[in-house]
């Protein structure tokens, strides 16, 4: 495929790339413009959504204006939008008139993070395919410059964070990651104002491990407290160690540096081969196990060990226990902190699980993927509190979706 001036469509593309890596984020606009120019395109503006999904940002450079996109635009709303369709669902979608206007998903590995807006005098299969393949490289150019940027940082939030909120983030993974085999994705609220809750996941060549951690209070310290839990099933994860072990690090830790605060845990591996789930719970929810639509009852349900952080001298830490499921393909274990279902309208009415089992069920039931399910179940939650929860709630959400044998590969 070429561009518009005859020169080949990979050749853009590595000039594109190679341009990025030495141009500030506020260039990257200009330096995107320049490149659908030369495909013969009429306009691109990168949108970003913003930390809690609801709306699109445009991110502006020296040719905002000249897009129509000005400085401090309030962007689109991720509801009611066809760019927030195309952020939803991942499809590309397209609108005609004089011009045509493609809406195509930014994203990166599986991490949503926004839609590419390019315009078109008219448009083919080819040069559909083109415009995809330049919003893949997009993604990746704009992502590789968030970890230190603070232009990108402040065109994805709406409000100033707190202290621990910053500090949260700061150590927590991307929300969404992912292989052929299995999709992790979390979603937090209050996302602006977080103090004890964090999650965590990763992957190794066969193990999916995912972490949700709930940390007593709504402070600087509970915020430290999550961060070290954190830093301690990582360190111990990444030097060898099971869950067993990951369980002893983190509780010596909290014992030794912030006596007297408790964090309730859930750490669990999930075979991505076999299917075997294996989990310690420390003082936390159950986790759930939703199958073909439905809520297994029951099918997670174990005896919690106590909180982390329990000084010795109150009660001497016996091993953890390790239990052990086994899933079968297209299995979705759910896990959340108690802030999720304890969450009350103004009228004292508590979300409670069973509208949180509904409202899952009915986004797998619909065939959303796992973030979309949980960016609508989160919104949920916080419509029914009007806006602002008074603890933190978090929720991770895994499937296991193993290829099968004809499509593996």
Known sequence: MTAVDGTDFSDLLSSLLDVSQRVTPAELPELVQDTTRKLGLLDAVIFLAD?????????????????????GDAGLPVDGT??????????TELTSGSELVMWIPLVDGVERIGVLRLTAPALDADRLEQCQCLAALVAKVVMSKVGFSDMLMRSIRTQPMTLQAEMAWAFMPPRTIGTRSVTSSAVLEPAYEIGGDAF????????????????????LASGLCAAVALAGCRSTRRSGGDLTDITATVDEALNQWLPERLLTAIFADLDVETGDLSWVNCGHPAPLLIRRHHVVAGALQREAQLPLGISPHHAPRVPSIIHHAHLEPGDRILIHTDGVTEARSDTGEQFGEERLIDTVVRATAAGEAAPEALRRLVRGILDHHHGHLRDDATILLAEWHPPSEGKAG
Request: net charge negative.
């Open 200 to 219: 965590d996941h990763s992957l190794t060549a066969r193990t999916l491990h995912v972490t949700v951690v709930d940390a007593m209070g709504h402070d």
């Open 82 to 91: 066809l760019a927030g369709w195309a952020y939803r669902t991942g499809a």
């Open 51 to 71: 930390v809690q999904q609801m709306r699109l940002t445009a991110l502006t450079g020296a040719h905002a204006h000249a897009s129509g996109v000005a400085d």
